[in-house]
């Protein structure tokens, strides 16, 4: 969520709202390309707002650590808002690849990642 500042005449108050729109907004931005993420316990969440695009010209993958989200939009194609681009975007390696999930829907890519299940196990080691 992002904050506004209250007393339009209190500039230190701006330092303390960068700092907070900063920790608390997943929202990023790389390039000309916005994209939210968040994660929990299970998995991994990437929203990306591609307008003008048609679902064909979006290719993802998945490897070694990032996730590539391209759009390579038609010769044809004069709209403003449809532009090429190839982002990687970092989320590690802890993941389970083969349930990547996508939808692209109303001009917004939704992916969930699923996260690989590590179970921690006590190991009791013996002192010599």
């Known amino acids: 969520m992002i904050t506004i500042r209250k ?11 960068i700092f907070d729109n900063i920790l608390n907004n997943p929202l990023k931005t790389k390039g000309a ?3 939210y993420i968040k994660e929990d316990e299970k998995s991994i969440f990437l929203e990306m707002a591609i307008p003008g695009s048609n679902k064909k ?9 990032y996730i590539n ?6 010769e044809n194609d004069n709209s403003v ?6 982002e990687y975007i970092n989320i590690g390696k802890n993941i389970d690849s083969k349930k990547i999930n996508a939808k692209f829907q109303n001009g917004i890519i939704y992916i969930t990642i699923p996260k690989k299940n590590y179970k921690e196990t006590e190991t009791i080691i013996n002192i010599n």
């Open 7 to 17: 007393n339009p005449l209190n500039y230190f108050e701006d330092i303390d709202l």
């Open 33 to 35: 390309i916005n994209y």
């Open 57 to 65: 010209n979006i290719k993802l993958s998945y490897n070694n650590g």
């Open 69 to 74: 989200i391209s759009n390579e939009p038609k």
């Open 81 to 86: 808002w449809n532009k090429k681009f190839n």
